[in-house]
């Protein structure tokens, strides 16, 4: 899409402070980090979110990515979260696909934040 950042991050047309990348995703650190560690996940591809139909081997990367950023921040061992907010309800605010990857603190007991 010519108009969305994220398709132009993930595909270096705009630069990035970058973590990971492989054939399918890119995955970068947030403009605004809400933790220590704040990854963003996307796919090369322009998707909306996960309604969109995803093909088996992106949704793999997008897994594989997971566990790659994970390691490659140092946040495998005490723990992270990761969060993919979809439509309205979730307040999905960039609409290209893509998985936040927090951590590198207690990140909270509840799932939600404060309504
Ligand atoms: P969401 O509310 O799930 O759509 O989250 C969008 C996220 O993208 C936010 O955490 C923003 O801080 C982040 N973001 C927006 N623009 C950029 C950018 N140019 N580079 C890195 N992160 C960004
Ligand atoms: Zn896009």
Request: hydrophobic content about 40%; overall charge negative.
């Amino acid at each position: 899409m010519d108009d969305c950042i994220f398709c132009k991050i993930a595909n270096h047309v705009i630069e990035s402070d970058y973590v990971y990348e492989d054939e399918y995703v890119t995955a970068f650190k947030d403009a605004e980090p809400q933790a220590p560690v704040h990854v963003l996940i996307v796919p090369k591809q322009h998707y909306v979110n996960f309604s969109d139909d995803i093909p088996g081997e992106v949704l793999a990367a997008i897994g594989h990515a997971i566990k790659e950023v994970a390691a490659k921040t140092g946040i495998d061992k005490d723990g992270y979260r990761v969060i993919s907010n979809a439509g309205d309800n979730a307040d999905q605010v960039v609409k290209h696909l893509h998985v936040h990857v927090l951590g590198g603190e207690f990140l909270g007991t509840g799932l939600l934040p404060e309504k």
